[in-house]
């Protein structure tokens, strides 16, 4: 598979997806063991939830709501379209990782996880499929430049300027800590 096309608004949101699949996938496996009442480590679990919320939520979900789909609009597309349904399930994503942090029993954080990880799934083939390829073909390049200059700084400022060295190194531990 070839890498995301420099120079496009979505080349950095769809290296965040890749990122974002590593992280669901090893949710997925605490889930499963969760579900199988199988012990997983509380503060292991806290620390996927934090990575979660931090990449997929305040970074990527931020880039989208506050940058790429505004701008969508700006450039013509209706707001009727698939746009609202992917704000939405960021914010079903975000009630799935609020029961994660909080102390529920073993059977509600599977329900979850696994519901968090397939919500999230189907939402990135969605964008992928749908919403980046339209992204692509409708700014100019010094459009898709200022989208990437706004998200860099919401990246700043939002989880730091080392975040992503950061991240890459947080999900390669849990991926250990949750090994298949």
């Given at each position: 598979m070839s890498g995301p096309q420099e120079g496009l608004a979505t080349a950095d949101l769809r290296r965040?997806?890749?990122l974002i699949l590593r992280a669901v996938a090893v949710l997925e496996r605490a889930g499963r063991r969760l579900a199988d009442a199988k012990h997983v480590d509380p503060a292991a679990l806290g620390k996927?939830?934090?990575l979660l919320r931090a990449l997929a939520d305040r970074c990527h979900h931020g880039k989208e709501e506050h940058h790429l789909y505004p701008a969508m609009r700006r450039k013509g597309l209706p707001p009727e379209t698939r746009l609202q349904s992917l704000i939405a399930e960021?914010?079903?994503g975000r009630d799935y990782l609020g029961t994660l942090a909080?102390?529920?029993s073993a059977a509600e954080r599977a329900a979850a996880a696994l519901l968090y990880v397939r919500v999230t799934r189907?939402?990135?083939a969605a964008?992928?499929?749908d919403v980046f390829p339209v992204a692509d073909g409708m700014f100019t390049a010094e459009e898709q430049a200022a989208l990437g200059r706004a998200y860099r700084e919401l990246e700043l400022t939002t989880v730091g300027p080392a975040?992503?060295?950061g991240l890459v190194a947080e999900l390669a531990r849990l991926e250990r800590a949750f090994a298949a």
């Open positions: 965040e997806h890749e996927l939830v934090d960021h914010g079903e909080g102390l529920p189907e939402h990135i964008e992928d499929r975040f992503r060295d």
